[in-house]
């Protein structure tokens, strides 16, 4: 038993090898270093049940439906953060240290994951394992796979099974519900998907366009049959400059876009520029890189897909 206390405190390997053998047990026993308030963040009270951490908020959310009531769930960044080049604090590291399993989006999403996670010892999975990448088009990042895969309900199919396999191997005793979860979760999404199929299918071909100020609908435009552009490929340095601005006012006015859209995380600046100079209509700001809080308009990711899907719809068929 002593061998198990020290693991339990100590490798994460360990703890995710023989913790749940003994699951009963070791609750009871080491309390005295489970049950602790986690430094910089007290809303993070550990509970007994273990920690998984994502990257970002919407990973959280898909995660917490997967969890159900067994395992805890946070995000390392918080609503409304920058999550491309985020530079984690001490804290996070304190945090992550408590983690059991930690989870990032991958496809070249989180700049900053690699140093971090070589620092923490829990094991991570990367949840757009086996995603058909989109690839930038735009010169500064060709051949680049776009990460913003899970803005198409389709590819968060595959993000939910991944969690589903990661939390399975973590608590393997759960697995049944981890996959029961899963599917239920898939059956959400579903639904979202068909209702902004049935509302797109009022657009003429003409028109079955999405102008963004970030690129991150190439994977919702490719399993949706719409065609994309946007002012920047991914939120960096270079945000809506003179080239970038000149390039989509081409755009929607080669295609005669009905409206444009820019994003919650992001200045619109650029965007309504776009709007006034070609005629278009600004159809408001979509949700992609973060939820809200929970007062807010998007505070789970299917709020988010719902939110986006009815802006797009709306602006583009202005039926409504
Ligand atoms: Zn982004």
Same mark, same amino acid.
């Given at each position: 038993m002593p061998n198990f206390f020290l693991r339990s405190c100590g490798s994460r390997s360990g703890r995710i090898v023989v913790g749940w053998v003994l699951a009963g047990l070791l609750v009871a026993a080491s309390s005295g270093c489970a049950r602790t308030v986690v430094e910089d963040d007290p809303a993070l009270v550990d509970d007994g049940r273990p920690l998984v951490l994502t990257t970002f908020t919407v990973l959280a959310d898909m995660a917490s439906n997967v969890a159900g009531e067994h395992l805890r769930v946070e995000s390392i960044t918080k609503a409304g953060a920058e999550i491309h080049g985020y530079e984690p604090t001490p804290g996070d590291l304190r945090t992550a240290e408590q983690? =059991?399993?930690?989870?990032?989006?991958?496809?070249?999403? #989180?700049?900053?994951? =690699?140093?971090?996670? #070589?620092?923490?010892?829990?094991?991570?999975?990367?949840?757009?394992?086996?995603? #058909?990448?989109?690839?930038?088009?735009?010169? !500064?990042?060709?051949?680049?796979?776009?990460?913003?895969?899970?803005?198409?309900?389709?590819?968060?199919? !595959?993000?939910? /099974?991944?969690?589903?396999?990661?939390?399975? !191997?973590?608590?393997?005793?759960?697995?049944? =519900?981890?996959? !029961?979860?899963?599917?239920?979760?898939?059956? /959400?999404? $579903?639904?979202?998907?068909?209702?902004?199929?049935?509302?797109?299918?009022?657009?003429?071909?003409? /028109? $079955?366009?999405?102008?963004?100020? =970030?690129?991150?609908?190439?994977?919702?435009? $490719?399993?949706?049959?719409? /065609? #994309?552009?946007?002012?920047w490929p991914v939120n960096a340095e270079q945000e809506g400059t003179p080239q970038q601005v000149v390039r989509t006012i081409d755009f929607v006015r080669n295609n005669a876009v009905p409206a444009v859209f820019c994003e919650s995380t992001v200045s619109d600046k650029a965007q309504l520029q776009v709007a006034e100079d070609t005629g278009a209509r600004f159809g408001g700001n979509l949700y992609v890189d973060s939820l809200s809080d929970a007062d807010g308009p998007v505070p789970t990711y299917l709020d988010l897909l719902r939110h986006d899907a009815r802006l797009i719809a709306d602006a583009l068929v202005g039926q409504r």
């Open positions: 983690a =059991e399993l930690i989870l990032d989006n991958g496809l070249g999403l #989180e700049s900053w994951f =690699e140093k971090f996670v #070589e620092r923490v010892p829990a094991p991570h999975a990367v949840v757009s394992a086996n995603v #058909e990448p989109v690839y930038i088009r735009d010169d !500064t990042y060709a051949g680049k796979a776009n990460p913003h895969a899970w803005m198409s309900p389709v590819v968060a199919e !595959t993000y939910v /099974q991944n969690i589903a396999d990661a939390f399975v !191997t973590l608590d393997p005793g759960n697995a049944d =519900e981890y996959r !029961t979860n899963a599917d239920g979760y898939v059956r /959400q999404l $579903r639904e979202v998907g068909n209702e902004l199929e049935a509302d797109l299918s009022a657009l003429p071909d003409s /028109q $079955r366009a999405l102008v963004t100020c =970030e690129g991150a609908f190439g994977y919702l435009a $490719r399993d949706f049959d719409l /065609q #994309e552009a946007y002012l």
